[in-house]
């Protein structure tokens, strides 16, 4: 039998106070693909964008929309956000038992619904779904340390930086630029109450 993809086994849409999140589908591309060519955001983001159809290439792949959630806010699509699990490091004799046990989480939020607590309160549901619904123990981010916003955002819902990273991360710019990992075991966010 074929074991369900991590966020199949979650009962979307999920509603936070403000906002809707849901599995993507190839449908949201072009949606997406309007904020992320924004310079502000593309400056940041892992894959930059040129043209629609290259873009609709990746986001289709379905590697990518495994792990892709869409972010609504009254029905209007505002941003994106990964949840991806992975395993964690473990030794030869123990390494099943550390298949699929965290997470490493993403976000892009359409820079017209910055600053009004739209991304941190998408993450909190992300991050209580990793831990209640998939049962994860631990959650990982990284950004460029000059993503202050990216990081700023991480320190808000209560992830726990791990890592200062000198010059270990390429930027499309030619320059390699530090970079900052943060994360969150289950036990912290629980006992927390984040
Ligand atoms: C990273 C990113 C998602 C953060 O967005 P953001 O708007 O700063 O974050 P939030 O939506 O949580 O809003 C927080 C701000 O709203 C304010 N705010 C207003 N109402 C709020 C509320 N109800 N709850 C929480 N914050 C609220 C906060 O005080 C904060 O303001 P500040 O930045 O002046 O301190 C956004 O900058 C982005 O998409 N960047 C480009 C893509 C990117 O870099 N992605 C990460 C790549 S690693």
């Given at each position: 039998m074929v074991a369900a993809a991590p966020l199949d086994r979650i009962d979307w849409p999920v509603r936070t106070e403000r906002l809707t999140l849901r599995t993507a589908t190839p449908d949201d591309a072009e949606a997406t693909w309007q904020f992320r060519t924004l310079e502000s955001v593309n400056l940041w983001i892992t894959r930059g964008t040129s043209t629609l159809e290259e873009y609709r290439t990746a986001f289709d792949d379905p590697s990518s929309l495994a792990k892709t959630l869409i972010v609504e806010r009254e029905r209007q699509v505002i941003g994106d956000l990964m949840l991806a699990v992975e395993d964690g490091w473990g030794q030869a004799e123990v390494a099943d038992q550390a298949r699929g046990v965290q997470a490493d989480l993403g976000w892009v939020l359409n820079p017209d619904h910055a600053g009004r607590g739209y991304a941190s309160e998408g993450v909190r549901a992300l991050i209580r779904l990793c831990f209640?619904?998939?049962?994860?123990r631990r959650v990982t981010a990284s950004c460029f340390a000059d993503n202050e916003s990216s990081w700023r955002l991480m320190e808000r819902v209560g992830m726990r930086r791990e890592s200062y990273n000198v010059a270990d991360s390429l930027h499309r710019s030619g320059r390699w630029l530090d970079s900052v990992t943060y994360a969150l075991l289950s036990t912290e966010w629980s006992s927390a109450g984040c």
């Open positions: 209640e619904e998939l049962r994860l």
